[in-house]
């Protein structure tokens, strides 16, 4: 079984510019997560879709992130226009629907992005 | 304000004595908590996780203890491999199928 795959792995644009983070859940994951980490600091919550909805939007910093799950599948996060304080490692990370005994969350290799 | 703290941002243990790593959190809702691991480059790998009702979990080498009353919990890996050195983060969670909330890690480091 594939694992969550996320693409790129690296990018480095301008201040002011456009970027586009996609991630490919586990198939048959319903909860697909987006998280960020800063460097040196936590990982931090940004978004979760069910599906194609989104569940829970609180992490996301401001309203120049946007993320999109068409169709429950794969999911893409935008960042328009890029400041200096994005930088960081994006981490998506999926997880079935609700089991028992399931609590745990599958993570991507990350993306990380430098802008300068 | 953070809700789940490492305080110990690297450990160094020797190969084949036992790593012992602390995490202390505040949210009382917080109902399951898991470790995972992370090599450079990597996303975070689960390793392991224990339930709010119960204060021992056990799989091989590693083994989550909880004490609800004081809002710590420790993993202990044992025997501690050279493989094991990466950063260890703690993560928690209110019930399932909702966001981990995460601490900032500890980095490992097992010296053969």
């Known amino acids: 079984e594939a694992g969550v795959t996320q693409f790129p792995s690296h990018s480095v644009i301008e201040k002011g510019q456009t970027v586009t983070l996609r991630c490919d859940p586990i198939s048959g994951h319903d909860n697909l997560y987006w998280y960020r980490r800063v460097m040196g600091k936590e990982i931090k919550f940004l978004l979760h879709f069910v599906k194609e909805s989104k569940q829970d939007e609180s992490g996301m910093p401001n309203n120049r992130f946007l993320a999109e799950r068409t169709g429950g599948t794969y999911s893409t996060l935008k960042v328009q226009p890029a400041e200096l304080e994005d930088s960081g490692v994006y981490f998506c990370?999926?997880?079935?629907?609700?089991?028992?005994?399931?609590?745990?969350?599958?993570f991507g290799p990350g993306t990380r992005l430098t802008v300068t | 304000d953070q809700q789940v703290k490492q305080n110990s941002p690297s450990l160094s243990v020797q190969e084949g004595r036992i790593s012992i790593l602390n995490c202390d959190y505040t949210n009382s809702m917080f109902d399951y908590f898991l470790w995972y691991k992370k090599y450079p480059a990597e996303g975070p790998t689960f390793l392991i996780s224990i339930s709010s009702i119960k204060d021992k979990n056990e799989d091989g080498r590693f083994t989550v203890f909880l004490n609800k009353s004081a809002k710590h919990l420790s993993l202990h890996i044992v025997p501690s491999q050279p493989g094991d050195s990466a950063v260890y983060f703690c993560?928690?969670?209110?019930?399932?199928?909702?966001?981990?909330?995460f601490g900032k890690g500890t980095r490992l480091s097992v010296i053969a």
């Open positions: 993560a928690a969670s209110d019930t399932g199928n909702t966001p981990l909330v």
């Open positions: 990370a999926s997880s079935p629907r609700q089991g028992v005994l399931s609590v745990e969350q599958y």
